[in-house]
T-cell receptor, first 116, second 114 residues
Framework: EAQVTQNPRYLITVTGKKLTVTCSQN?????MSWYRQDPGLGLRQIYY???????DKGDVPEGYKVSRKEKRNFPLILESPSPNQTSLYFC???????????????FGPGTRLTVL | QKEVEQDPGPLSVPEGAIVSLNCTYS??????FMWYRQYSRKGPELLMY????GNKEDGRFTAQVDKSSKYISLFIRDSQPSDSATYLC??????????????FGKGTLLTVNP
């Protein structure tokens, strides 16, 4: 089954404790992206990657890191989480840059992160 | 003015009603227009995709784009309780090289009551 998986699905942590949210896709997609979704603010892009070893900042990259060492994986790293990073996080993948014709973006199930 | 404006609702309708969801935008560079549906505790999924002014129909769903007014709509006919979800509009424009950036509306929460 074609899918995007994220782990963990739920995480409660404390300020300053480094964490990683994993993302994996099995569709051989080149483009992967991380979003955060907050009430009243909608979906905002954190980082994206157009291919292996190619990453770039989205709209809200502060406090986050990413890496793309393999095509299928795109982990999101919070080196020193803070309470304002409490949010619902989505990983997404698409064959090419989303918005291009026939480049549907597939979303993972989400990771709900709480930073105390 | 925000790039994409979408009324967050919530919108509550009886089963069988025609639902109209709307977004306005300010960036003339937007070329592609999408509607995503997001069920509770799930990721968004693509529902409709258009790239020109006019209407596109898919079953009970019709997407409408008016580029001259910078206005897009999603119509749901004969709405069903299973249509209850948050609907997000999304638009894309080239952001450099071969990359296209997707900008989402905040989403409208729809409830269809049996």
């Amino acid at each position: 089954e074609a899918q995007v998986t994220q782990n963990p699905r739920y995480l409660i942590t404390v300020t300053g404790k480094k964490l990683t949210v994993t993302c994996s896709q099995n569709m051989n997609h080149e483009y992967m992206s991380w979003y955060r979704q907050d009430p009243g603010l909608g979906l905002r892009q954190i980082y994206y990657s157009m291919n292996v070893e190619v990453t770039d900042k989205g709209d809200v990259p502060e406090g986050y890191k990413v890496s793309r060492k393999e095509k299928r994986n795109f982990p999101l790293i919070l080196e020193s989480p803070s309470p304002n990073q409490t949010s619902l996080y989505f990983c997404a993948s698409s064959r090419n840059s989303p918005g291009l014709v026939l480049s549907e973006q597939f979303f993972g199930p989400g990771t709900r992160l709480t930073v105390l | 003015q925000k790039e994409v404006e979408q009324d967050p609702g919530p919108l509550s309708v009886p089963e069988g009603a025609i639902v109209s969801l709307n977004c306005t935008y300010s960036n003339s560079a937007f070329q592609y227009f999408m509607w995503y549906r997001q069920y509770s505790r799930k990721g968004p999924e693509l529902l409709m995709y258009t790239y020109s002014s006019g209407n596109k129909e898919d079953g009970r769903f019709t997407a409408q784009v008016d580029k001259s007014s910078k206005y897009i709509s999603l119509f749901i006919r004969d709405s069903q309780p299973s249509d209850s979800a948050t609907y997000l509009c999304a638009m894309s424009a080239r952001s450099g090289g071969s990359n296209y950036k997707l900008t989402f509306g905040k989403g409208t929460l729809l409830t269809v009551n049996p």
